[in-house]
């Protein structure tokens, strides 16, 4: 196999070398994740929402579960352990949303999946790279920021309670990118950095989504 697959990853203040175990704060708080699932796989069994539900909150499971990996051996092979589960789960979620929260048809909930990500895209990539650098990375995020915010926005015009869910996530998740973009320049200050909160209040913001799949997200009669 490729050695540049291994090679050591240093991307965040705690992180002081290679070794294993050299993220203890950041590898750790992806047990936020992992409660996270935990609590959405609770909440769909008592409201008995479905097998599509069920897969979400697994999801979320592989998201604290990938994060980890990379935290821990950090490497240019872990870290997509931990991008992909979590691109996926955005995709999925935009589109479990506008199906059963906003009642689209597929048609037309594929051509606001797909015009909107198209659109979001096209506004990250032509960022300039001073954003990029000035937001820790943080600005790669922006279309699921973007899209938890449009979506809920659509479920509240639509008459869904799941739309207010999505907008108290969408706060919760900036005051998360908050703490991922200052965890370098925290690093003078807090020996272990701020990179921590992106994962303790992303693992509740995902509670938060996962309680609305739950209560909201059964399929259409």
Known sequence: MNSALFAPIDLYCERHGPEFWAEPVNALTNLAFVA???WGLYQVRRNRTGTAAIAMCWWVIAIGIGSWLFH???NYLTIWADIVPIATFTLAASMFALRRFARLSWPRATVCFV????VAGAITLTLPSSVHVATNGTSGYLPAFLAINAIGALCL???SPAG?????????????ATGRMLDLW???YVPIGTHFLWHSL???MLA???TAIARYGRPAA
């Open 36 to 38: 996270a699932g935990i």
């Open 164 to 176: 207010r869910y999505l907008i108290a996530a969408s706060l919760i998740f900036a005051l998360a």
């Open 72 to 74: 821990t051996f950090a």
């Open 208 to 210: 938060v989504v996962l």
């Open 157 to 159: 015009v639509r008459g």
């Open 115 to 118: 015009g909107f990500y198209l």
């Open 202 to 204: 992303n693992g509740l």
């Open 186 to 188: 925290a690093c003078q």
